[in-house]
């Protein structure tokens, strides 16, 4: 099984302020015959189901703000939210969908205001 | 737009049977794979069971295996699970997704949309 591994677990960051979220699986999940990643970022808020941000890594849902980017190959990636609005409140995972099952997410990072 | 509604969620005691289902709307149910993700409580999130459209593949993790069994009904663009002999760790909120395929065989992929789940609790 592929293992996610999110870090940190929790972040503080100040409005406007750079966030940072990582992701690392614990094998590949490029796959090499298309050259993608097989990562997607979700956002869960409050209450909420999980809502997807982002797919192949770094491919931006429809109506998703650009202040979100995802970036990274192989084995390590990151999910960046560039200046932080209080909307942005929540847990974000990021999931593989590369070769056979389980699918698995990661533990999940949990985004707070400063 | 895309709806996906979950119902069947109660309390039940170890041991106890429950069938879960998801009403889905605003997509060509028959040709999308689906799937069901658990969140335990103040948990992250864990992935369930995958079928593919035609019904035909359906894949689980290892924990319910023997347990739990995916299935649908295109007529009726349902999407159902069968929980027997649940236990306390099977507690969770269980969400139906919609599956973006990138791959037929198994069918794999990202969840591009969610319902809003449906509360299984496992207690005596």
């Known amino acids: 099984d592929i293992v996610m591994t999110q870090s940190p677990d929790s972040l503080a960051v100040s409005l406007g302020e750079r966030a940072t979220i990582n992701c690392k699986s614990s094998?590949?999940?490029?796959?090499?015959?298309?050259?993608?990643?097989?990562l997607a970022w979700y956002q869960q808020k409050p209450g909420q189901p999980p809502k997807l941000l982002i797919y192949w890594a770094s491919t931006r849902e429809s109506g998703v703000p650009d202040r979100f980017t995802g970036s990274g190959s192989g084995t390590d990636f990151t999910l960046t939210i560039s200046s932080l609005q209080a909307e942005d409140v929540a847990v974000y995972y990021c999931?593989?969908?590369?070769?056979?099952?389980?699918?698995?997410f990661g533990g999940g990072t949990k985004v707070e205001i400063k | 737009d895309v709806q996906l509604l979950e119902s069947g969620g109660a309390l039940v005691q170890p041991g106890g049977s429950l069938r879960l289902s998801c009403a889905a709307s605003?997509?060509?149910?028959?040709?999308?794979?689906m799937s069901w993700v658990r969140q335990a409580p103040g948990k992250g999130l864990e992935w369930v069971s995958t079928?593919?459209?035609?019904?035909?593949?359906?894949h689980s993790i290892d924990s319910v295996k023997g347990r739990f069994t995916i299935s649908r009904d295109n007529f009726k663009n349902t999407l159902y699970l069968q929980m027997n002999s649940l236990r306390a760790d099977d507690t969770a909120l269980y969400y139906c997704?919609?599956?973006?395929?990138?791959?037929?065989?198994?069918?794999?992929?990202?969840?591009?949309?969610w319902g809003q789940g449906t509360l299984v609790t496992v207690s005596s």
């Open positions: 999931q593989h969908y590369y070769s056979n099952f389980p699918l698995t």
């Open positions: 094998q590949s999940v490029l796959y090499s015959s298309n050259n993608k990643n097989y």
């Open positions: 605003g997509f060509t149910f028959d040709t999308t794979a």
């Open positions: 079928i593919s459209g035609n019904g035909v593949n359906t």
């Open positions: 997704a919609k599956v973006y395929l990138v791959g037929t065989i198994p069918p794999k992929g990202y969840f591009d949309s």
